[in-house]
């Protein structure tokens, strides 16, 4: 994995070597992350779970490649990665820093639709087109209802009316995993989220992928899933609606899932949001609920504070975290 992600980064900078200073971005990340678990009562290191990506104290950088001839843009290349703190490190046995590649793709503009291959976005749920990578609170991919980011290759076309995207994975989520695993993903969608305020999408997605959290396999073996999903986001004055849904059969047992996420933005520029998020999921007879608030502070156009409440139905478990993030263009 390592001499792969060590690979593809040489590759993508030898890329750039030739292009002008306006054909590529550069962004350096660096971020804290700290807070307490009532029900482990104890300090944490991470925003959600020891084994998940998101979010851990670490440093990364995001590198865009856009790729050009006369006639305009025909591609972009995209590497997005991290080096982040492994507090379970101890336990598990791995590395005491932890490697975290996001987006490591390349897209080309085919004329009837943007086509891609590598780790990216698949199409399924808020998560194919919202951003969360640096976010405390997260949607339902989060959740086990799809993947962050995952393994593969996907198509996407804009319409005047809205968006259709296809997407053919591992189902292995950050790992690269070939084990019988695949997940095909399909979203269609109506409203254009910039021009209109609002976006309405209808998803759904099919096969055998693995239940992976980080880079950990939960279950040795795939399992068939049929999902069916639905997302609606609304942005109305200073206040944010986002709601997502996801119905079928998950790990080969019945499945349900909501949440909806309500922010509202103060101060000059939207430099200050409040936010609150209740989820709740059910698998087989197994059921949670979480309900999360946050605010977020934008000290700079580089710098910003975060701070999340969250409940634990199941665990009974108050979590607090903080999060300092700093975002800086480089080049």
């Given at each position: 994995m390592y001499r792969f992600i060590l690979a593809l980064f040489a590759a993508t900078l030898l890329s750039a070597a030739p292009?002008?200073?306006?054909?590529?971005?550069?962004?350096?990340?660096?971020?804290?992350?700290?807070?307490?678990?009532s029900e482990k009562d104890e300090p944490l290191y991470y925003s959600m779970n020891p084994l998940d990506v998101m979010q851990k104290p670490g440093v990364?950088?995001?590198?865009?490649q856009r790729l050009s001839s006369e006639t305009g843009d025909w591609g972009t290349l995209a590497l997005q990665m991290r080096v982040a703190y492994n507090e379970e490190h101890r336990e598990t046995g791995e590395d005491e820093f932890q490697v975290q590649l996001y987006n490591a793709f390349f897209k080309y503009k085919a004329g009837f639709a943007d086509l891609w291959v590598?780790?990216?976005r698949i199409a399924?749920?808020?998560?194919s087109y919202l951003d969360s990578h640096s976010l405390l609170l997260q949607p339902l991919a989060m959740y086990g209802y799809g993947y962050d980011r995952d393994w593969g290759i996907g198509a996407s076309r804009d319409f005047e009316w809205g968006n259709l995207s296809f997407s053919y994975s591992t189902g292995s989520g950050m790992p690269i995993e070939f084990e019988g695993n695949y997940l095909l993903s399909a979203r269609a969608s109506y409203g254009v989220l910039s021009r209109d305020n609002y976006n309405i999408g209808l998803s759904s997605s099919y096969g055998k992928p693995l239940e992976t959290m980080g880079y950990e396999k939960i279950h040795s073996d795939p399992a068939r899933t049929l999902l069916f999903g639905g997302d609606f986001t609304y942005f109305w004055n200073n206040i944010e609606n986002r709601f997502e849904m996801a119905a079928g059969e998950k790990m080969e047992e019945e499945t349900y899932a909501f949440l909806w996420r309500v922010g509202i933005n103060l101060l000059e520029e939207d430099r200050l949001k409040l936010e609150a998020q209740p989820v709740y999921w059910k698998i087989g007879d197994?059921?949670?609920?979480?309900?999360?608030?946050?605010?977020?502070?934008?000290?700079?156009?580089?710098?910003?504070?975060?701070?999340?409440?969250?409940?634990?139905?199941?665990?009974?478990?108050?979590?607090?975290?903080?999060?300092?993030?700093?975002?800086?263009?480089?080049?």
């Open positions: 292009a002008s200073g306006k054909s590529y971005l550069l962004f350096l990340e660096g971020q804290g992350v700290g807070g307490y678990s990364g950088l995001d590198y865009l590598g780790h990216n399924f749920g808020l998560a197994d059921w949670r609920y979480e309900i999360s608030g946050g605010v977020s502070y934008k000290l700079t156009s580089d710098l910003t504070l975060r701070g999340m409440y969250s409940h634990d139905g199941e665990m009974n478990d108050n979590r607090v975290v903080f999060q300092i993030y700093w975002y800086y263009k480089l080049l």
